[in-house]
T-cell receptor, first 112, second 113 residues
C-alpha cells in the first residue's frame, strides 16, 4: 500500500532563506507526483507536477525534484518570503490509477 | 469559468442528521473526486467518479454515498451524521486526457455535534 510522508511537519524560517521540504513515498510505481499549496481555510493550488519520467520541474522560485528509485521528492523554495507561508502538500498518483495519495503536509511560516 | 464550486462553505449538523454536499464543475471534466481533510492531516479519498453514472469507493467511503447523474455535478450524501465526520470536504475534477492533474474546489467545513 502506497504511503506518503512529509518531513518536517512544521517549519519556521526568517525571510530570505532558501529552504527544502521533503516528501517520501513507499512504492516507486507512480504515474506522477504533485506539490500543492494550501492557505488556511482555502482549497489546494497546484504548484508543480512531475511526471514519472522527469527528474525535476521549476516554476519561478520553486524547484521540485523526483527520485523514484529512492522514493523521494524535494521542494526547494529560494529566497523565501512571508507570502510563502502556507501548508505544502505532496501527492502521488500510483501507476494504473488516477487517485491521489496525499502526505500530511508541511506547515511553513516565513518570518518577516 | 468558475472551475469547481462547492456549497455550502460551512455547516453544523447534529448527530443523526443528514445532508448533501454539492459540487459542480464547468470544465466538462469526466473525473470527479471527494476528499476529506482532518485537522493536521492530508486528504483522504472518499469516492470518485470516472463519468456520469459511474462511481467507485475510495479509501474512506463508510458513512457516505454519492451519485453522478450529470457530467457537471457530483453530490456527496451523509445519511446519519456522526462526530467522526467532522472534517473539511474537498471536491476535485480532472479531464480525461490529463486525469492526473486535479482541480480543487474551496472546500466545505462540516462540524457534527
Amino acid at each position: 500500500k502506497q504511503e506518503v510522508t512529509q518531513i518536517p511537519a512544521a517549519l519556521s524560517v526568517p525571510e530570505g532563506e532558501n529552504l527544502v521540504l521533503n516528501c517520501s513515498f513507499t512504492d516507486s510505481a507512480i504515474y506522477n507526483l504533485q506539490w500543492f499549496r494550501q492557505d488556511p481555510g482555502k482549497g489546494l493550488t497546484s504548484l508543480l507536477l512531475i511526471q514519472s519520467s522527469q527528474r525535476e520541474q521549476t516554476s519561478g522560485r520553486l524547484n521540485a525534484s523526483l527520485d523514484k528509485s529512492s522514493g523521494r521528492s524535494t521542494l526547494y523554495i529560494a529566497a523565501s518570503q512571508p507570502g510563502d507561508s502556507a501548508t505544502y502538500l505532496c501527492a502521488v498518483v500510483p501507476s494504473g490509477t488516477y487517485k491521489y495519495i496525499f502526505g500530511t503536509g508541511t506547515r511553513l511560516k516565513v518570518l518577516a | 469559468n468558475a472551475g469547481v464550486t462547492q456549497t455550502p462553505k460551512f455547516r453544523i449538523l447534529k448527530i443523526g442528521q443528514s445532508m448533501t454536499l454539492q459540487c459542480t464543475q464547468d470544465m466538462n471534466h469526466n473525473y470527479m473526486y471527494w476528499y476529506r481533510q482532518d485537522p493536521g492531516m492530508g486528504l483522504k479519498l472518499i469516492y470518485y467518479s470516472v463519468g456520469a453514472g459511474i462511481t467507485d469507493k475510495g479509501e474512506v467511503p463508510n458513512g457516505y454515498n454519492v451519485s453522478r447523474s450529470t457530467t457537471e455535478d457530483f453530490p456527496l450524501r451523509l445519511e446519519l451524521a456522526a462526530p467522526s465526520q467532522t472534517s473539511v470536504y474537498f471536491c476535485a475534477s480532472a479531464s480525461a486526457p490529463d486525469r492526473s492533474k486535479q482541480y480543487f474546489g474551496p472546500g466545505t467545513r462540516l462540524t457534527v455535534l
